[in-house]
Structures are given as structure tokens and as C-alpha cells.
């Protein structure tokens, strides 16, 4: 194995032991989903992961949802938690890249991507996406953004290296408008949230860190756990909906 084998394959063996890869919470799931404006007969989720969202938009309308990701091991605990959760017959699953979705335009009312649209570059996301919505579709996204035109040199050094596209609510909303959208609402998701995610996190570090001294994909996410453990007072993650214009 190279070394960025050797990376990818400690960065999954951390992940695959948790449910959530993503900060967010169940009840702002919901929230969110009670702000579209109409109920949805068609749900696409990119970037499901292990669907820790699916099983929640199942229980919320009668939508069928079609849950993509390019994890198969991920699916497959979708699945098994669709069924333990009594949504199987609701959710359809796909191993599919985001950036090459293979869907006819206007297939879906909602595209729903909690935690994932950056990793193919947010503002390409809002443009490639939008086609495959029907007309007065809604697009919900949560991403990683600036709460402060002036991030002190210790965080902004952090996050250019680790996500160089971010920015601020502002911009996104701008590049979303210019994409054709409309905000319908946004909303920065609680403390809470990055504790349901940041804390199991931390907890599987501790477990592997005995075992795993030497890998530089622990070393790097104890470093980004540091960050969180100071507080969110200059960055968090929006959660941003978006209708698509005629
Ligand atoms: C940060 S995780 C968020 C997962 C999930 N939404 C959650 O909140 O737990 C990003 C997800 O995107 C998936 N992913 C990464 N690259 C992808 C791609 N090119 N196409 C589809 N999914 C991808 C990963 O496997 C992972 O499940």
C-alpha cells in the first residue's frame, strides 16, 4: 500500500466505526424539511453516507428516496438501517458519483445533501444538480462556511488547507442566486450538532489511538477535533434552501 492508500484506509477504518459523518441532528433534519414549501413525492439524497438522514426524510412524508453515495459498505448500512427503522420499502439506494448522477432531468421535486455538496466544489454542485430537479424544486444543502469576514490567522490557515472553497453565507447565497435559485431559508445548525458528530468522533480516536500511533490520517483528525473543542464562534455549518427558478 502507498501512502495515500495507506491514509484512505485509516481514514475509513475510523469512520466505518460511526454512524454520522457529518455534523447535524435529527430534530434539524425535520426542521428543515418542514420549511420546503410543499411536500415532496420524490427525494434524491446525495452523499447518504450511512443514511443517518434517509431513515429521518422517510418518516417525514410518503416520498419515495432515492439514496446515493459512491460507498458501497455505506449502502449497505443504509439499508440495513431503513429496514431495522421500517422505511425500507421507501428508500432506493444507488452507488453513483455525485458528479456524474445518473438521472433524466426533472426526475426529482427535492435534492437533499447534508455534508457532502463540497466535496466536488458547493457553487459546481448548485449548478450540475439543478437540472435534475423539477420545476419549483427545492435544493437543501448544509456546508461548512465563515461566521467572520476576519477569522483570526490560526483558523484561517486551518481551514484554507482543509477546505480552501469556503466562505461566507453571503457568497453562497450569491453564487446560489446566480446558479438560478431563490433562498427560501437558511439556518446555521446548534452546537448540538457538531457534538453529535465531533464527539462519537473523538471517542473512536481515543479507542484507536493505542493501535493506530503512527497514522497520519488520526494525527490529522485529532487536529481538526482540536479546533472543535474551542468553539464555533467563527465558523459553522448552514443549512441553506434553495427553490429553483422556472
Ligand atoms: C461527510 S460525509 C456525509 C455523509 C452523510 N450525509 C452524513 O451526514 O452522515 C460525505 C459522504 O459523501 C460520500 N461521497 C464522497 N465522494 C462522493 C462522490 N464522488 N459521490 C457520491 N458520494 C460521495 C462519502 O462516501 C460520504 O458518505
Not at 480516536?205 to 464555533?232: C, P, R
Request: aromatic share 10%.
Amino acid at each position: 500500500m502507498n501512502t495515500h492508500e495507506q491514509y484512505m484506509a485509516d481514514f475509513n477504518t475510523i469512520f466505518d466505526g460511526l454512524d454520522r459523518w457529518g455534523p447535524g441532528t435529527e430534530a434539524e433534519t425535520i426542521k428543515a424539511f418542514k420549511l420546503l414549501p410543499s411536500i415532496p413525492q420524490t427525494v434524491l439524497e446525495i452523499g447518504c453516507g450511512k443514511g443517518i438522514t434517509t431513515t429521518v426524510l422517510a418518516k417525514q412524508s410518503d416520498a419515495v428516496i432515492t439514496a446515493i453515495d459512491n460507498h458501497e459498505d455505506a449502502l449497505s448500512k443504509l439499508r440495513e438501517r431503513a429496514t431495522e427503522t421500517g422505511v425500507a420499502d421507501k428508500v432506493i439506494t444507488q452507488c453513483a458519483s455525485m458528479t456524474d448522477l445518473p438521472f433524466d432531468d426533472a426526475s426529482f421535486d427535492v435534492i437533499w445533501a447534508e455534508g457532502s455538496a463540497y466535496i466536488m466544489g458547493v457553487n459546481k454542485a448548485f449548478k450540475q444538480w439543478r437540472p435534475l430537479l423539477k420545476d419549483k424544486g427545492v435544493l437543501v444543502l448544509s456546508d461548512l462556511v465563515w461566521h467572520t469576514e476576519t477569522p483570526s490567522a490560526e483558523r484561517l490557515a486551518f481551514w484554507q488547507k482543509e477546505y480552501p472553497d469556503m466562505t461566507t453565507v453571503e457568497v453562497r447565497i450569491k453564487q446560489a442566486q446566480e446558479a438560478g435559485y431563490h433562498v427560501i431559508d437558511n439556518f446555521t445548525l446548534s452546537d448540538k450538532a457538531w457534538q453529535a458528530y465531533f464527539l462519537p468522533l473523538q471517542q473512536r480516536i481515543n479507542d484507536l489511538k493505542e493501535t493506530m500511533a503512527e497514522s497520519q490520517a488520526l494525527k490529522d483528525i485529532q487536529t481538526e477535533l482540536d479546533i472543535y473543542h474551542q468553539g464555533f464562534e467563527q465558523f459553522g455549518y448552514q443549512v441553506f434552501i434553495l427553490g429553483r427558478f422556472e
